[in-house]
């Protein structure tokens, strides 16, 4: 797992890879009991977590202050406004046209000031039903600052460790996606994965497990396939248990640390895109599979296919059209300047 020279490689292509599932995911409409959407949805929004906790230890790392001093209120006031802002503002945006489109909505939307507040504090039932995670990410946070602050008052270098321990049996029982205010127990279960980022050490695990080739990631990723997909077999599983999100984490990470290993680049024109690809994709793909199919009358799998496309690449289209602006208003200002 080598780091480039400005960004960690390895967690920008765990980036591209988890919004490719996010995508994927996305695509089975009213088709949730198809084995590869199962598998997916065991792990892909883990993932989010467990990068959104790694990189902020990487940025507490590189600070050289404890977590409690480095993130304390003006770092959460930055989170709030990249994550609650957009949350506000695009669903405010899609509240009334949702409303009045009710035709092409997969689920109604009740057009008063009570249901516009609903939308807002119970994130799973928001007009954007993908955006439930970025309250959820945002209350994280909070706990992980409140989690900095105690910290500061226990002066113990391992105080992560039964934080993760605990936060792992609270995820047992709390259900990832709830319909309670604010989705607390989402919050409470993906705390686990968050934490778990957090406590990874990527030198500890070059230098331990990668070192002399203990570990090899294809056998290693393989295992973690074969793991997370294990459940299928088993009665009465429950892929909103926490084992089947870490077990394709380590696949995750097995895949990162191949796709590094080898050298490989084809993921990183996307790098830098994945969150305009989150905010925007819904939109591709509720054309592509509400509006198109109720239009045409085609195949669902027609849909699901044209969205996976559109719900990458259209978003993808929107991110580079917008540097591109910016870089020819930023030329603009320069050059006035002179």
Request: aromatic share 22%.
């Amino acid at each position: 797992m080598r780091e480039s020279s400005d960004r960690l490689e390895w967690i920008s292509f765990l980036q591209v890879f988890a919004i490719i599932l996010v995508v994927i995911g996305h695509s089975f409409y009213h088709h949730e009991d198809n084995i590869v959407y199962g598998w997916i949805y065991s792990f892909h929004m883990p993932l989010f977590f467990f990068i959104s906790g790694h990189l902020l230890h990487v940025s507490v790392k590189r600070s050289g202050k404890p977590l409690g001093q480095y993130f304390g209120l003006r770092a959460l006031a930055k989170k709030a406004r990249r994550l609650l802002l957009p949350y506000w503002l695009i669903s405010s945006l899609v509240f009334v046209p949702k409303a009045f489109l009710g035709n092409f909505a997969g689920r109604e939307v009740d057009f008063s000031w009570a249901g516009y507040a609903h939308m807002l504090f119970y994130p799973n039932d928001n007009v954007i039903s993908i955006y439930w995670f970025l309250p959820t990410l945002f209350l994280v946070f909070c706990i992980a600052y409140v989690g900095g602050k105690v910290s500061l008052v226990l002066k113990s270098r391992y105080w992560i460790l039964p934080v993760l321990v605990a936060s792992y049996f609270l995820a047992i029982f709390f259900p990832r996606y709830s319909l309670e205010i604010l989705n607390y127990p989402g919050v409470i279960a993906f705390l686990f994965y968050f934490v778990l980022g957090y406590a990874f050490d990527v030198e500890f695990v070059r230098a331990q497990l990668l070192k002399d080739n203990r570990v090899k990631p294809v056998p290693a990723m393989a295992f973690g396939v074969v793991m997370s997909m294990a459940f299928y077999v088993y009665p009465g599983h429950d892929w909103n248990h926490p084992f089947y999100g870490f077990t394709g984490i380590i696949m995750s990470l097995c895949l990162a640390g191949l796709y590094c290993q080898m050298g490989l680049r084809f993921f990183r024109p996307f790098y830098g895109s994945t969150y305009a690809i989150y905010l925007f994709s819904w939109f591709f793909q509720v054309a592509s599979q509400q509006v198109f199919l109720s239009v045409t009358g085609a195949h669902w799998g027609v849909g699901s296919a044209l969205a996976m496309v559109t719900g990458f690449f259209g978003p993808f289209a929107i991110f580079k059209l917008w540097k591109w602006l910016s870089a020819r208003v930023a030329a603009k200002r320069g050059t006035a300047g002179r």
